[in-house]
DNA sequence: CGCCGTATTGAGCGCTCTCAAGCTAGGTGG
DNA sequence: CCACCTAGCTTGAGAGCGCTCAATACGGCG
């Protein structure tokens, strides 16, 4: 473990892991179990198919994405997972890693050992609530997926992205997109340049304007009622 | 609850369910705390949008498929729940539920109350690692959502449906499909067109055999190929 | 400033959708 | 028992959305 102050306010577990010292010890918070944490570079990889489950991991800074090939060298996206959230419950089952996990930016996780993670939760019935219901989040995870076409997908991304990124906009009318056009369209099971084309649609249409990697919605009611 | 005796070989619950007449109050079991089993016509609604989550449901008996409508009336189907599965973890996030659950077939479902439930995982450590097993199961679930042409979606399907209805089967070689081509069409994005067309192509190319419902497979591992 | 990966834009193709017409199976009533 | 009816499934023809391939523009970084 590293000594240097660490600052998780918008941890998913932020309640259950006391980070001050005289806190290190009590062997109820969650910090008393994390194994290490591990500083990962842009591209670097968290964890890859086949590897044995033995940890899950909270994403302090930074982005991933997890993954799978098919066949034709295609990613298909799972899903991206932002500061705060938590990475590999998925894997609980399959007891091994079944995708790939990459930060798309320098990134830093808590390694939270399994084991010993539920032996903290017979003894902790608030965290084991709380983890209930992060994991059933997970699943309303990808809803934007479902929709039926490029414009309804990638404007339900948007919105999905904005709320998801709240705790580290100034505004909410603003967001600065962490992922590749490549990414958002293997998400999305669309090209990159169908993604380019709808956002340079919507721009046109004035609902959104982008500047690089920045996208600003100028008229967010408008976007939702492309997809509800 | 009814009186009636009932088997549940099949549920991801039954080795905390006891149902022997001895056994039926025995606090640190799930049936002292079942609140019904319902039984659902064909096409009968189980949740609804918007209803309140109190319960979660074992299924028994049938089929379900979740969805929710899209503004232009299409189901965008989540999942569908067979005999033996556990629907409505998703809502213990959302609090109300967001989605329908529609019986494809006369069904039976265990309805779990789930405050009551969290009170029983207190108890019963084998029975939490147990439920979030589960949980993490269904995070794999849609997987063959996610590839990118109608063969591969189909494909992966067909493969998914065999695995799961394993349990109901006299052989892993043939399968009776409970939904229709137009549920299938809508949880993997297409059309019950296209749907056709696919297992049309596949019996042409001699991979399976059509009998109306009945899906024999011919040759597995060329179906598998496909999509992996 | 120049390089290279990423993003945008364009043109044409093809997979999937739309629309429409038969076909099949299962249910109903005479 | 059979004719009919209806919903669901299959098949066909043509259209269109998104893909492929290609050229250009942009932007981050040395």
Redesign the interface.
């Known amino acids: 473990m590293q000594t240097e102050p660490f600052f998780c306010p918008s941890c998913q577990f932020s309640s259950f892991c006391e980070t001050e010292d005289s806190q290190r010890s009590d062997p109820k918070q969650l910090n008393s179990i994390l194994k290490q944490r591990i500083r990962i570079k842009k591209r670097g990889v968290l964890c890859a198919p086949n590897h044995k489950f033995r940890s899950f991991y909270a994403v302090n800074k930074g982005t991933f994405k997890t993954f799978?090939m098919?066949?034709?060298g295609?990613e298909?996206i799972?899903n991206f997972y932002f500061a705060g959230e938590i990475l590999g419950?998925?894997?609980?089952?399959?007891q091994n890693y079944?995708f790939s996990a990459v930060a798309l930016s320098d990134a830093i996780v808590c390694e939270i050992p399994y084991e010993n993670f539920?032996d903290l939760?017979?003894h902790q019935?608030a965290l084991?609530?709380r983890?209930?219901?992060?994991?059933?989040?997970?699943?309303?995870l990808g809803l934007c997926?479902?929709?039926?076409t490029a414009d309804?997908r990638l404007a339900a991304f948007l919105v999905d992205l904005s709320l998801r990124l709240q705790p580290f906009t100034p505004t909410i009318y603003e967001i600065t997109i962490p992922m590749s056009r490549q990414d958002i369209a293997n998400y999305l099971?669309l090209t990159p340049e169908t993604v380019s084309r709808t956002f340079s649609k919507f721009q046109k249409n004035k609902l959104i304007k982008i500047i690089n990697k920045k996208v600003k919605f100028l008229k967010l009611k408008e976007l939702h009622?492309i997809?509800?």
Chains 1, 2 share one sequence.
């Open positions: 799978q098919d066949q034709d295609n298909l799972r419950f998925e894997a609980i089952y399959t079944s539920l939760l017979h019935c084991q609530k983890f209930i219901y992060l994991m059933s989040q997970q699943l309303n997926q479902n929709y039926t309804k099971r009622e997809f509800e």
